[in-house]
């Protein structure tokens, strides 16, 4: 983990704001904490996998894929990570791997309070 994770948190967050990818997150909770950050170009797990996977390769060149850090959100990244790549669309996991090495968090729901906790 950083020292610090703070400073790299908010520039990641800003680059995602800037560049407004379409992020694929697990459920409603996760796309209000990431609605409240700036980010809106969001898809929730709402469909199976492939119709997912399918619908997002038709809009979408490069994905960011926020599932969660336990075991059932590892397992969608990997499942919808290998989607993608099928379907010749780019996973940027830069987000997803600073937020695994540098932070605490597990739940994308809670990374708006995360955020709130290391900027103050």
Known sequence: MLDNPADELVR???RLAAEQPLIIVEGKKDEAALHSLGLRNIVTLRKPLFEVVE???RVAKTV???TDMDSKG???FS???EGFQRHGVRVDNTFRHFLLK???LRHVEG???FVAN???
Do not use: F, G, R, Y
């Open 118 to 120: 290391v900027k103050s």
């Open 64 to 66: 960011v894929i926020l």
């Open 111 to 113: 990374l708006a309070t």
């Open 102 to 104: 540098n932070t605490p």
């Open 74 to 76: 590892k397992e969608l």
């Open 12 to 14: 990641q967050l800003n």
């Open 55 to 57: 619908d997002v390769a």
């Open 79 to 81: 499942k919808l990570s």
